[in-house]
């Protein structure tokens, strides 16, 4: 995913390492840390092949809560915790049942973040508070 948003945020001309700002590395960490958790990843993988699904969607859902004071971004104060929760008791409930559920669930759960992020932009930008 990281790629992806590198190439994106070149598409779009958007600056996401802040070179303005000095805590502009701190988001590249922030992001990369993410790949400090693929050992339980593969472990999961490994010894529960049918809840990689859910290992994956809980541990992209947690590395968003630090972008909350990053980004000074309510949403993902609310929506890190969100996913992990959810996708924890889909798991629960759907005991390896549907699997096709928590990815569904996690691009959805994207989907509104991106939507809050851009109207929080939006609202910040014409209240010329960035």
Do not use: C, E, R
Not at 15 to 40: M, R, V
Not at 52 to 74: C, D, E, L, Q, R
Not at 82 to 107: D, E, Q, R
């Amino acid at each position: 995913m990281f790629p992806l948003s590198v190439g994106i945020s070149n598409l779009v001309k958007a600056d996401w390492k802040l070179k303005n700002n000095p805590l502009g590395n701190l988001g590249l960490f922030l992001n990369l840390a993410q790949i400090i958790y693929f050992p339980i990843l593969f472990w999961g993988m490994i010894n529960h092949p049918n809840d990689a699904i859910v290992f994956f969607s809980i541990i992209t859902g947690a590395h968003f809560f630090p972008y909350g004071w990053f980004y000074n971004v309510k949403a993902y104060y609310v929506m890190a915790p969100m996913i992990s929760v959810v996708i924890m008791f889909l798991a629960l409930f759907l005991n390896g049942n549907y699997l096709w559920v928590i990815p569904l669930t996690m691009a959805l759960f994207l989907i509104i973040l991106i939507v809050w992020i851009h109207l929080d932009y939006k609202n910040k930008f014409s209240n010329n508070k960035i």
